[in-house]
């Protein structure tokens, strides 16, 4: 986000326009490899998530002794407690834990997408309200999908969100740097 106070100074960022072409590169090229490694893709995407999970854990263990309330201190001991072990469990079983993600995810985008159509047809919000229905439609479509082949699909629905997102972000770069290199 910028701020109104903060300036881009346009030259500095011109100049630096092969940088974002060069991530945009390689990030193309790790997103092409993940889709080649759609298994290997999701269990890196679970495994990092359950590296952030563990972290979590740790640091509200650590906040739990900053807490002076001995009540409090050993809810937020036994809630980092938790949030560690299911960390440590998704690298016991990263199969299982990319299963529970999968369906939490199909669970999630049909009820984001029920929740557009209702705001859709609700609220007529103005002349693309038909578009976000539309939007809400093809999001519960999507959740369906994954869940009609959950599990089996479980060993690659994240692996193939990490490839497409990779490959997208990298595009993304390399317009943003050429771009910068035009301007």
Request: no cysteine; aromatic share 16%.
């Amino acid at each position: 986000m910028v701020l109104a106070s903060q300036t881009f100074d346009s030259s500095e960022l011109k100049a630096k326009w092969g940088w974002f072409v060069a991530l945009g590169v390689l990030l193309l090229i790790f997103g092409f490899i993940a889709a080649g490694n759609l298994l290997v893709a999701t269990v890196a995407s679970v495994w990092f998530v359950g590296m952030l999970m563990l972290a979590a854990g740790i640091v509200e263990i650590i906040h739990a002794f900053g807490v002076k309330s001995w009540g409090k201190f050993f809810l937020w001991l036994l809630s980092g407690i938790f949030y560690a072990i299911a960390g440590l469990l998704v690298f016991y079983n990263p199969i299982l834990a990319a299963g529970v993600l999968t369906v939490f995810i199909a669970v999630s985008l049909v009820a984001s997408g029920l929740l557009r159509i209702w705001v859709a047809v609700s609220g007529r919000v103005g002349n693309g309200s038909g578009w976000v229905a539309f939007g809400g439609v093809i999001t519960v479509l999507a959740g369906f999908i994954i869940f009609s082949g959950w599990p089996a699909n479980s060993l690659w629905v994240l692996g193939i969100f990490l490839a497409v997102d990779l490959i997208f972000q990298g595009v993304t770069f390399i317009a943003f740097g050429l771009g910068l290199r035009k301007a």
